[in-house]
Each structure stands twice: as C-alpha cells, then as structure tokens.
C-alpha cells in the first residue's frame, strides 16, 4: 500500500521567516495532493491542493510543489505569522479514493 | 450548509460495549470516509465509500464496520469496544467524480473524541 513520509514533525520559526515541509509518497497511482492545517480541537482543513499534471502552486503567502519523478511534494509559507501556528498533514490520494497521511508537522511561529 | 456533521462530540465507553459514531453531510457529497487520529500517527483511513451503497475497508479497518444506505449518511460502528480503539475520530467527505477520475477536496467534521476504559 501506499506510504507518506513527513519531515520535520516539528518546526520552529520566527515570525517572518519561511517554514517548508516535505513529504514523500510511494505509490505511483496517486495523483492529488493536499495539505491540510490542523488547529487544536477541530477538524483539518484544507490550505493548497496539487494534481499530478502539475509542478507547482501558489496561493498568496503558500505554495505546493510536486517532483513525480522523485515521488515527493513540499509544503512552503513565506513571511510566517503566529496564526500560522498549527498541525499540517500532507496527504497522498489515488483515483480509486484511499488517501493515506503524513505523520504530521507541528509549525510554531515565535513573534 | 453545515458541511459535515459529527455525533458525539465525546464519549466513554467499557470494554466491550458497542455505539455508533453518526457523520451526516448536507453537500451532495459522493465520497465518504473515517479516519482515527493517535499521537504522533496523523490520520489513518478506516474505511470509505465512493457513494450510497458501496463501501471499502482503509488502512485499519478491524474492528469497525460501516454502512452507506444514503449520501448523506455514513455511520461508524464499533461492535465491541477495546482499549485500542481510544482516539479521536474523524469523518470526511469530497465530491468525486470518479467516472473523470477527479478528486477533491476532503471536509472534516470537527471529530468525536472517544475513550474506551
């Protein structure tokens, strides 16, 4: 089956600076992407999506790029800010729909 | 629209007893699916369902059974509560058009904490 590896499992920024999380998959069948930010007692929500018939990204401060070859995908947020704090999860996806997560990355942004 | 719904938002259960977690969405959503959140694991997939009557098993699926009589429901049953289940449980939905093999964006619940003693 398929597997996600996600890097760093915690970050520590200040703010201002760039944070950039990375995630590998395995699969060669999956082809949609998405990050995810977590807040403390809710549900994840989705930040920045990537198809496999795209290389990269952007949307305001965040931006996705994709490496099929390399099977890898990374997550960047530039000028952080404390509201930026929180969990992010990469996630890989099939056409078939069975989507496997990363382990997670805990992101501080220090004022 | 409430998006997706999750009931409860907290519950103990003994070793052994049973009780569903409800997910209901008001999005027209196609695609269904519960995931259980542990410390330091992200979110691992229980099962899942491209539309009403079909489902599939995920990545830990022992334990837990699902059904999909309507698209807007998809309830999460625990036969016999263990310890191991503990976890907060999180339901999501997309639409998907699986015959353009197009996915979509998922939405979660806010998720249902349970403890299982």
């Known amino acids: 089956g398929e597997n996600v590896e996600q890097h760093p499992s915690t970050l520590s920024v200040q703010e201002g600076d760039s944070a950039v999380i990375k995630c590998t998959y395995s699969d060669s069948a999956s082809n949609y992407f998405p990050w995810y930010k977590q807040e403390l007692g809710k549900g994840p929500q989705l930040i920045i999506d990537?198809?496999?018939?795209?290389g990269e990204k952007k949307d305001q401060r965040i931006a996705v790029t994709l490496n099929k070859t390399a099977k890898h995908f990374s997550l960047h947020i530039t000028e952080t800010q404390p509201e930026d704090s929180a969990v992010y999860f990469c996630?890989?996806?099939?056409?078939?729909?069975?989507?496997?997560f990363g382990d997670g990355t805990t992101l501080t942004v220090k004022p | 629209n409430a998006g997706v719904t999750q009931t409860p938002k907290f519950q103990v259960l003994k070793t052994g007893q049973s009780m569903t977690l409800q997910c209901a969405q008001d999005m027209n959503h196609e695609y269904m699916s519960w995931y259980r959140q542990d410390p330091g694991m992200g979110l691992r997939l229980i099962h899942y369902?491209?539309?009403?009557?079909?489902?599939d098993q995920g990545e830990v699926p022992n334990g837990y059974n699902v059904s999909r009589s309507t698209t807007e429901d998809f309830p999460l049953r625990l036969l016999s509560a263990a310890p191991s289940q503990t976890s907060v449980y999180f339901c999501?939905?997309?639409?998907?058009?699986?015959?353009?093999?197009?996915?979509?964006?998922?939405?979660f619940g806010n998720g249902t904490r349970l403890t299982v003693t």
């Open positions: 990537i198809r496999s018939n795209v």
């Open positions: 369902s491209v539309g009403a009557g079909i489902t």
């Open positions: 999501a939905s997309s639409y998907s058009n699986m015959g353009t093999r197009h996915n979509s964006p998922l939405h």
């Open positions: 996630a890989a996806i099939t056409n078939a729909g069975k989507s496997t």
